[in-house]
């Protein structure tokens, strides 16, 4: 409908899908891949500020990370849009994922199976503190799957309700499925409609 | 006197007040209902920043607060003040996420995926 892109049609609706895991695991990469408009963050900020707190692996070539808020947009029909939120990967910005996980449609915890450690802080939150249905989600670093999924479920102790998916973080439709694994997990867990609630509408 | 390390600070923008009226959460949507210019003219430079910010299209708090460069605290109450006297449209949030939301959003990341 041709009315829904003005601004003052009180059609819109948003949703948020939140993107968690380990510091250098690729959330923002996974973000910017997708959205449409650039990531808003603040990582360039970070980069001097931070550089004797956030150490990485000499392996990893990573200099920036994000502080607090890096979000991309995704226009899905004229009048729904998505909104991705890539969480702050260190544990001193904690406090803020409640905050970012309020009215989430899901998220999705990225793991890199060179370091798995990383990322079970953001699974615990969300087995054990968070409502917000929740998918697993390897990053292929280099497009290659390093260890079947099954032994990364056993490392990680993911129970079987999880869902555990792997894609590259790097390519707009491989996150696009990723993400469609973390809908359709919402949408196991989300009672139907029923008859008289369509009606009612 | 000299203005040149003239600052405010946040919690005068907004007189001390940390919570809001209607829940704002970083992905709701805000938008300009009707431009009023002369209005936006008497704003405090935040709040008009803000103000001005949404006039064109519907914004989620998150991209004004990043937009604008005001921090989330302070954006979520100077826009729910400009919420209270109509200025500025809140669009309602699906807190609690619905079947049919999900099943939009399931068939347009499948035309992406």
């Known amino acids: 409908m041709a009315s829904a892109s003005l601004p003052d049609s009180p059609l819109l609706t948003s949703a948020k899908i939140v993107i968690a895991g380990g510091f250098g695991v690729g959330k923002t990469t996974c973000v910017g891949a997708i959205s449409e408009i650039p990531p808003v963050n603040t990582e360039a900020w970070m980069t001097a500020a931070s550089e004797t707190v956030d150490r990485l692996d000499p392996g990893i070539d990573k200099t920036t990370t994000t502080v607090a808020m890096d979000f991309g947009r995704l226009t899905i029909g004229p009048d729904l849009v998505l909104y991705l939120f890539g969480t702050p990967g260190q544990p001193r910005f904690w406090p803020m994922w409640d905050d970012l996980c309020r009215g989430a449609v899901g998220a999705l915890v990225l793991a890199d199976t060179r370091d798995l450690a990383a990322s079970f802080p953001a699974v615990n939150y969300f087995e054990q503190d968070s409502d917000v249905p929740f998918v697993v989600c390897v990053n292929l670093f280099d497009g290659v799957l390093q260890h079947p999924l099954d032994d990364v479920r056993a490392a990680l102790a993911l129970p079987a309700h999880v869902p555990l998916t792997a894609c590259d973080a790097r390519d707009p439709s491989s996150v696009a499925r990723a993400l469609l694994t973390v809908v359709e997990h919402a949408m196991s867990r989300t009672p139907r409609p029923t008859a008289g609630a369509l009606a009612a509408r | ?113």
């Open chain 2, 1 to 113: 006197m000299p203005l040149r390390y003239w600052k405010v600070r946040p919690y005068v923008l907004t007189a001390g007040r940390t919570r809001t009226r209607t829940p704002l959460l970083v992905h709701t949507l805000v938008s300009v209902p009707y431009y009023d210019a002369v209005f936006a003219a008497g704003l405090l430079p935040e709040a008009r920043s803000l103000y001005e910010n949404a006039r064109r299209a519907a914004r989620s708090v998150a991209e004004l607060s990043a937009v604008c460069g005001i921090s989330l605290g302070v954006t979520r109450v100077v826009v729910d003040d400009l919420a209270a006297t109509d200025r500025l449209l809140v669009h309602s949030d699906h807190d609690n996420v619905d079947f049919r939301l999900l099943e939009r959003l399931r068939d347009g990341l499948r035309k992406l995926a």
